[in-house]
């Protein structure tokens, strides 16, 4: 999928901040501006801020998002017309349209919010790489030192002496890893000890937790290990 969006700012690594409008609820000028979505996306053509450029996306996982932002405010709008068909006045008809399409923007505001707050302002220190599958990782990353972290691993985490690079490989929240990967990789397996009587910790906990044992093992190179009160 193809959309025009705006450079809004120049980024590190290659990489810059967009923002892609939304159109209407009735698919051009109607009397409503819709709002901007804002994402991160790679600049391998040296785009300059306030520059229009057309960014291209294959990633499924992009459609929930989609859906959230262009479909619901537009059945809303939708609804709102129709539903409110039996009055006479055209115009209030498309006042109560206008406000269910108002809506169905909120959703969107409060998910980029929560995203904003959850990821505080690093967003832009991200290098994110999506793969398919992990057929499509493994053949991408041939010879990786991969880790698996699971609740049926038979180690800590903290007994192994882990190489770099190496890639650090989590499960599903609720599911974890797939037994069969589990099984076939039982040497690099490591588990987080937990309280007998609890499952896990929650799927960003436990990353941070294993990611930050690979940087205290190689003495947190690349990072600030001293702050204002430091050496």
Request: hydrophobic letters at 40%.
């Amino acid at each position: 999928m193809t959309q025009i969006a705006t450079v809004e700012k120049i980024l590190r690594g290659g990489r810059a901040e967009i923002s892609v409008p939304r159109k209407s609820a009735c698919g051009h000028d109607c009397g409503m501006q819709g709002s901007s979505t804002h994402a991160v996306a790679l600049n391998p053509i040296g785009a300059q801020a306030g520059q229009k450029v057309v960014v291209e996306s294959s990633n499924k996982r992009l459609y929930g998002v989609m859906l959230l932002v262009y479909a619901v405010p537009i059945v809303l709008f939708l609804i709102g017309y129709f539903a409110s068909y039996a009055l006479t006045s055209e115009g209030l008809r498309y006042a109560i349209a206008i406000a269910a399409f108002c809506l169905g923007i909120v959703p969107a505001i409060l998910y980029d919010r929560k995203l904003k707050r959850a990821g505080l302002d690093y967003w832009h220190e991200l290098d994110i790489t999506y793969y398919e599958n992990l057929a499509d990782f493994t053949a991408k990353n041939p010879g990786a030192e991969i880790y698996y972290f699971s609740t049926k691993a038979p180690r800590a985490y903290t007994e192994i002496a882990y190489p770099t690079p190496v890639f650090l490989m989590f499960g599903r929240e609720t599911r974890g890893l797939p037994e069969e990967l589990i099984e076939a990789h039982l040497d690099r397996t490591v588990r987080i000890p937990m309280r007998e009587n609890l499952r896990s910790l929650n799927l960003s906990n436990s990353v941070a937790v294993g990611v930050y044992e690979v940087f205290r093992q190689h003495g947190f190179d690349t990072l600030c290990d001293a702050g204002k009160y430091g050496k």
